[in-house]
């Protein structure tokens, strides 16, 4: 009798494990054909209408239709508008989250946490509508422009989009410092403040780093609500308040309709490469940050 | 078999049969996003009047609607723009008239510009109103895509010999280009009729003294507006001839969706 059901529960396993290996297997070979797609179809412009690689990295001449792919534009306004979420968002989603986890009173950061929560799930379109009927108008106001469209407004909506993500992370790491620091610390007579910068913080850096790299891909990445507010315009940024372009807004405006097989095509997949690359990058970073914890 | 399931299955055969035996003639369109609301009200009607007829209309944009009609996949392609040179086998059917306008924010003061003037303001030549016409406000001006259709329009009818624009401020649908226009001070842009005829906040422009008007567009007085065409791959069967056929002519679906019909015009396309 008992001999039976242990060779049940061996077959049992015998079965979850050929479902759950499976199913991995189909997710590693879906992530293997999307990245192989990429790759062939994002190098094309390189290999098929050999254009050249440092034109179209260093490049300002965009026209579509008129074979020039310089992308420079793209790529300086993608780097500018998340720099400017990291200036804001990352500072103030640190100190946030700082708050709630050595400061709050318990019932404050149990009313906050949910309407934080409530932050990441808003659709990045109701983000971009706000920020277009109501950011772009005040900038315009403000610095008496006739219109607010650009990488100042791009960059506000981008820093409150990812301070869910930067402020959720680095509490998450500040709990997890043993308590017994900030027990060390106080006995040795050191204020809260002194606590906070001098031993916390230091000690939940690697976390703190991966919350804001994590902020990074998630600014570089966001398409819609950056496309209602930068303007669009393929001008090399001078000024915060002018007008610009960035790599995912491009790629939406024109993916649809640049036709199939033409340099067009090519040059918008290769921007979608480059978005990709960015991305490995930063999880690579993010790698190296937990490494060093650990 | 018992009888009561016999009895089911010959219930549900009779359920089901009146669609599957009549509706022997399917089509399928899809592409421009322009021309969908004709293509779609037309369709309708026209199922209502053929029971045995089952037509699906969808968008994806001009060119996607050609690259499916070469392709096959769907009977009829959609398109605001001339299938490119060098597409075999696709037969153009022109099914409509769509006019666009020039918009400006009332602030810029005008109420009509030349073509000369138009290509000026386009080109950053002129960047502020007084000097044509208007008043002492800055132009912002608001493009839309290199790949959309109704930027091809405005560079073929009234852009002449310019093949390039500069870059400036660019939208990529009709609806947020007419809320830039009203929202911004000195604004100027250009879409189709049936966004800007009743848009508030935004003010249609005359183009050499001809104003924005379907009247104007028929008698050619006014250069800004475009064919709509429907591509078939290969001449039309008798079915999809009878339905192109039917929509060209169904008056009453014009005048609900606004467009143009061809009969109506008393120019083309050469001398606009």
Redesign the interface.
Same mark, same amino acid.
């Given at each position: 009798m008992v001999g039976v059901r242990a060779s049940k529960a061996h077959r049992d396993e015998g079965i979850a494990l050929v479902v759950l290996m499976s199913c991995s297997a189909l997710f590693v070979i879906a992530i293997a054909l999307i990245l192989g797609f990429l790759a062939f179809n994002g190098t094309r412009l390189f290999w098929g209408d050999h254009y050249s690689p440092l034109k179209f990295l260093f490049g300002t001449d965009? %026209? /579509? =239709? /008129?074979g020039h792919y310089g992308a420079a534009?793209f790529i300086a306004g993608s780097l500018v508008a998340t720099g400017m979420a990291i200036a804001i968002g990352g500072p103030l989603g640190v100190a946030i989250g700082v708050f709630f986890s050595e400061l709050a009173p318990k019932r404050v950061a149990t009313a906050f946490k949910p309407a934080i929560e409530v932050l990441v799930g808003i659709p990045s379109v109701v983000y971009g509508w706000l920020g &277009?009927?109501l950011l $772009?108008?005040a900038i !315009?106001t403000v610095f008496h422009l *006739?219109?607010g469209?650009g990488l100042l407004a791009a960059g506000i909506v981008l820093s409150i989009m990812i301070l869910p993500t930067v402020i959720s992370l680095s509490e998450d790491a500040l709990r997890v410092v043993p308590n017994s620091l900030r027990e060390g610390s106080a006995a040795l007579g050191a204020t809260r403040w002194e606590t906070i910068t001098k031993v916390l913080l230091p000690s939940a850096s690697s976390g703190i780093a991966v919350a804001v790299i994590l902020g990074v891909a998630r600014a570089i990445g966001e398409t819609l609500a950056v496309? &209602?507010v930068l /303007?669009?315009? !393929?001008?090399l940024p001078t000024s915060l308040l002018k *007008?610009a372009?960035a790599l995912t807004s491009e790629i $939406?405006?024109?993916m /649809? %309709? !640049?036709? %199939?097989g033409s340099g =067009?095509k090519h040059a918008l997949f290769a921007m979608a490469f480059l978005l990709l690359l960015i991305s490995m990058g930063l999880i690579l970073l993010i790698r190296l940050a937990l490494r060093r914890r650990t | 078999m018992s009888r009561s399931a016999r009895l089911a299955a010959i219930a549900l055969a009779a359920a089901i049969a009146p669609s599957a035996a009549f509706a022997d003639t399917s089509i399928s369109a899809a592409g421009s996003t322009a021309l969908q609301p004709l293509v779609q009200a037309a369709a309708d009607e026209y199922q209502q009047k053929n029971s045995d007829v089952k037509i699906s209309v969808t968008g994806g944009g001009s060119r996607t609607g050609l690259s499916l009609v070469s392709s096959k996949a769907v009977d009829l392609g959609d398109s605001d723009i001339l299938a490119p040179d060098g597409t075999n086998g696709l037969v153009d059917h022109k099914v409509a008239v769509i006019g666009f306008s020039v918009v400006v924010n009332p602030a810029a003061g005008v109420k009509g510009l030349s073509k000369k003037q138009v290509q000026d303001i386009f080109t950053l030549k002129v960047t502020n109103w007084k000097d044509v016409g208007g008043k002492d406000q800055q132009i912002t001006v608001i493009n839309r895509p290199a790949s959309s259709g109704t930027r091809a329009v405005f560079m073929k009818t009234l852009m002449g010999s310019i093949d390039t624009l500069p870059p400036t401020l660019t939208e990529d649908a009709t609806g947020t280009v007419v809320q830039k226009v009203a929202q911004t001070a000195g604004a100027v842009s250009y879409a189709s009729f049936s966004g800007t005829h009743n848009a508030s906040g935004v003010s249609e422009l005359a183009i050499d003294g001809a104003a924005a008007t379907e009247d104007n567009v028929m008698t050619g007085k006014y250069p800004f507006w475009s064919y709509e065409h429907i591509y078939t791959n290969g001449p039309p069967s008798k079915d999809i001839a009878k339905f192109i056929a039917f929509l060209q002519e169904d008056t009453a679906v014009f005048k609900k969706t606004g467009y143009i019909q061809i009969r109506d015009m008393k120019v083309t396309e050469n001398n606009r």
């Open positions: 965009w %026209d /579509g =239709f /008129g534009t &277009l009927t $772009v108008p !315009a *006739p219109d469209d496309q &209602l /303007g669009n315009a !393929a001008i *007008p372009a $939406v405006m024109d /649809g %309709d !640049a036709p %199939d =067009f | -």
